[in-house]
């Protein structure tokens, strides 16, 4: 994560998890994979209905509380969220609604993207500003090695148009651990997914770890919203996650 770095709490956000609240994981029978779409995310074709929402049905979080957020890379466009008991804005802020303290990966984030890295092991090298709009930011992501993207589907999120993907850390990316969540033998000691338009960096945890991408066109702006969880993250969490991405709503400028 060269060129972008931020203090060492921000930083400590970015990751989404540090010491046991996190983000991460791999599908369960809960979590569908995406209907296969156009080849051209861009193509003009049948919007598919937001996964998260089919993924937990009628599904609502009890006990409910409501998180007013900003992306981070960017301030705007501010959004909420609706979240259950044991989830909450991380270290009291919400730039990653986060699981608490439970020791697996599982988060929820909006960014506003700048960079993003061909590799995202050597992104010192590699980053590259991806073209304007959501259909120049997914081709960015696809373009990345290693992930193991899902074909790009068309969704509605939120009231917004957008596509909507999925991208793994590969099995064999080695982490140290700890509080940071080091990558051995990667730049900064990062495995990168991109930074933020005006600072923070996002960056993956553990392997396996599964980030569910809805890239969506909110007033002329790309805007990523990633729900992350790790292997270990139990079924009736990834499905909170699913239900949490569902309350998402953006406030009008």
């Known amino acids: 994560m060269p060129a972008l770095h931020v203090p060492s709490r921000i930083r400590r956000v970015a990751v989404v998890a540090l010491a046991g609240i996190a983000l991460a994981g791999c599908a369960t029978t809960s979590m ?23 993924a ?10 409501t998180l ?9 466009p501010r959004y909420t969220v609706t979240v259950p008991d044991g989830w909450s804005g ?58 193991d993207a899902t ?12 596509t909507y993907l999925e991208w793994t850390v590969p099995a064999d990316v080695q982490f140290t651990g700890g509080d940071e969540y080091h990558a051995v033998g990667c730049d900064d000691q990062n495995y990168l ?11 993956q945890q553990v392997p396996g770890q599964v980030d569910r991408l809805w890239i969506l066109d909110v007033d002329g702006q790309a805007v990523v919203i990633d729900a992350s969880y790790g292997p270990d993250a139990p079924a009736a969490v990834q499905e909170e996650l699913a239900a949490i991405v569902d309350t998402l709503r953006f406030e009008a400028p």
Request: charged share 20%.
């Open 90 to 147: 991380y270290q009291g802020e919400c730039g990653f609604v986060v699981r608490d303290g439970e020791g697996f990966v599982a988060g929820l984030s909006a960014w506003i993207v700048g960079q993003v890295p061909t590799d995202p092991c050597r992104n010192r090298s590699t980053l590259a500003t991806p073209e304007e709009g959501v259909d120049g930011l997914v081709q960015a992501i696809l373009a990345q090695e290693g992930r």
């Open 32 to 54: 569908p994979e995406p209907t296969p779409g156009p080849a051209n995310p861009g193509a003009s074709a049948t919007t598919h209905a937001s996964p998260a929402a089919s």
């Open 151 to 162: 074909e790009p589907v068309d969704v509605s999120l939120a009231g917004f148009r957008g």
């Open 56 to 65: 937990v049905a009628s599904t609502r979080p009890a006990a409910a509380e």
């Open 193 to 203: 997914s991109w930074n933020g338009r005006t600072g923070g960096t996002r960056y």
């Open 68 to 76: 007013r957020c900003e992306p981070l890379g960017a301030p705007i």
